[in-house]
């Protein structure tokens, strides 16, 4: 039962570089959102989707590219990496919202991607 | 101001004390707060989900909102060495994205 899937592991790049963070779920989940988690400022959300097809920017958007080609999975690019994007970035899904009140989906989490921009 | 502010500890208690984590949000409309619980390297896991006003209890956990005061809190009864983890507390907005806070890294001693 994999859940979500986040590859890498572990990255280091050096300033300028390109590179593409993979997030795969297997829940068949609608949701799917990015996340950079820096220390004391929590998880601050950088993009999300709402389905396959579709993108939206969060709170941290800059510097950042998103595509949700697949319903399973969710690609989180850095064009040009800046040593201010030295993060750990987690991924996570979540189903559709039921109806009425007290029907927001959890939101499942992978185990996160640590990237170091030299 | 913050959306969700959280005291980041660190948060240090002896086996077995009844552990309090709180945190405070700006807007009294905010209605459906979520608390997670992240051990070290590991990806936030979901312990409790409160809507509105109330408390709401699972075991040892119980969630707790104050809407008068804007207050949030998450008590642990009966403290456990493995409930050693980094919490954080998040509202629901839209979409269900979460606004989290700044998380409180707790260690509970033997």
């Known amino acids: 039962n994999a859940g979500v899937t986040q590859t890498p592991k572990f990255r280091v790049l050096k300033t300028g570089q390109s590179m593409t963070l993979l997030c795969a779920q297997d829940m068949n989940h609608e949701y799917m959102y990015w996340y950079r988690q820096d220390p004391g400022m929590g998880l601050r959300l950088i993009h999300y989707s709402v389905g396959e097809g579709t993108t939206a920017k969060g709170e941290v958007p800059d510097g950042y590219n998103v595509s949700r080609l697949k319903k399973q999975n969710f690609l989180l690019g850095l064009e040009s990496a800046a040593p201010s994007q030295t993060s750990v970035y987690f991924c996570?899904?979540?189903?559709?919202?039921?109806?009425?009140?007290?029907?927001?989906?959890?939101?499942?989490f992978g185990d996160g991607t640590r990237l170091s921009i030299l | 101001q913050k959306e969700v502010e959280q005291d980041p500890g660190p948060l240090s208690v002896p086996e077995g004390a009844i552990v309090s984590l709180n945190c405070t949000y700006s807007n009294s409309a905010f209605q459906y707060f979520m608390w997670y619980r992240q051990y070290s390297r590991k990806g936030p896991e979901l312990l409790m989900y409160?809507?509105?006003?109330g408390n709401k209890e699972d075991g040892r956990f119980t969630a707790q909102v104050d809407k008068s005061s804007k207050y949030i809190s998450l008590f642990i009864r009966d403290s456990q060495p493995s409930d050693s983890a980094t919490y954080l507390c998040a509202r629901v907005q839209g979409a269900q994205k979460l606004v989290f806070g700044q998380g409180t890294r707790l260690t509970i001693n033997p």
């Open positions: 409160t809507y509105s006003s």
């Open positions: 996570a899904s979540s189903g559709n919202p039921g109806q009425g009140a007290n029907s927001n989906q959890p939101q499942h």
